[in-house]
């Protein structure tokens, strides 16, 4: 336990999955004057340095955010000199259509970093934070267990000056969410992004899942996951599929897979960098998603798998239901 630190994976191809259709979620949800209750089980630390020797070690926003810039704003140089000078305009009208998720993904990285130069990442609580409104009184609710990352969350997210619109809490995330469900606007999206460190995590998002939906139906739930051969991992997405019927909700399912890396062996072997070989594909499951995200993210994940595809196994799914 606490070994886990998402520093090492900020700006992976994993978050570009999961913060591309957080994004794209909220912004569907942030369209009705309704306040919304956002709560993120598992937030991590919420903003990350691509510079540090965290993000260096695992170098894996290499293969994420910097290679997602380089294809779509290519006026940034390449990802190996760690640097990116995205451009603000969308380079066509076609690009504008058909990769919006993409763009507005992009758009709020490029907002961390106005001097155009890739540094800062930021997690999903920042991510959220953006998309919060002040006027319709939408609140932010942060739960972070590691010691020290919970310290470095409550901090970032003092810069904030938020005020009670944000709360951290450093408690178990999937206990601690019970107590805002339902909330008091009736609108909530909920973003559950366990490490799986534990292999009993897998039980606990389904637990969670089947709880959340007892307390509160019409909340919508986000969950990400690792694909990986593992039993749990695999049926994670047919659990949550099912308790969705179950509660006859609507679903979607999003996978990305951007496949072995085929650099040569002796090139990846660098001391002390232990996960080079590491994770090659993560899926999103929402339950009541945004009826739009769809044809949202149908573009958008091939947009990702053009720029993050690496080799064999590379792909992506989409899949709705409900
Ligand atoms: N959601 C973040 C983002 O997208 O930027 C990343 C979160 S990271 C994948 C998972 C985090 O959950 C880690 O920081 C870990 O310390 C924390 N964690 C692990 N078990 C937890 C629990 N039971 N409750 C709350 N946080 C937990």
Known sequence: MFSYRHAFHAGNHADVLKHTTLIATLQYLTQKDAGLTLIDTHAGAGLYRLDSDFSETGGEARDGIFKLMTDQRPASPDASNKTARPSTERSDSAMKVDTSAIQDYLDLITGFNPDGRLRVYPGSPFV?????????????????????????????????????????ARQDGFEGLKAFLPPPNRRALVLIDPSYELKSDYAQVSACIQDCLKRFATGTYMVWYPVIPRPEAHDLPRRLKTLAN???????????????????????????????????????????????????????????????????????????GG
Do not use: C, Y
């Open 246 to 320: 179950q509660a006859k909700r609507p679903w979607l399912h999003a996978t990305l897979a951007i496949g072995a890396d085929e650099t040569p062996p002796a090139a990846l072997a660098v001391p002390g960098e232990p996960r080079r070989h590491g994770l090659r594909a993560s899926g999103v499951f929402l339950i009541n998603p945004p009826h739009t995200l769809k044809a949202a993210l149908e573009p958008a994940l091939a947009t990702m798998l053009k720029a993050l595809g690496r080799g064999p196994g590379k792909g992506t799914s989409l899949e709705t």
């Open 128 to 168: 959220m934070h953006s998309l919060l409104r002040t006027e319709a009184r939408d609140k932010l609710k942060l739960f972070e267990l590691h010691p020290t990352d919970s310290k470095v969350l409550a901090a970032n997210v003092a810069q904030l000056e938020a005020g009670r619109q944000i709360a951290v």
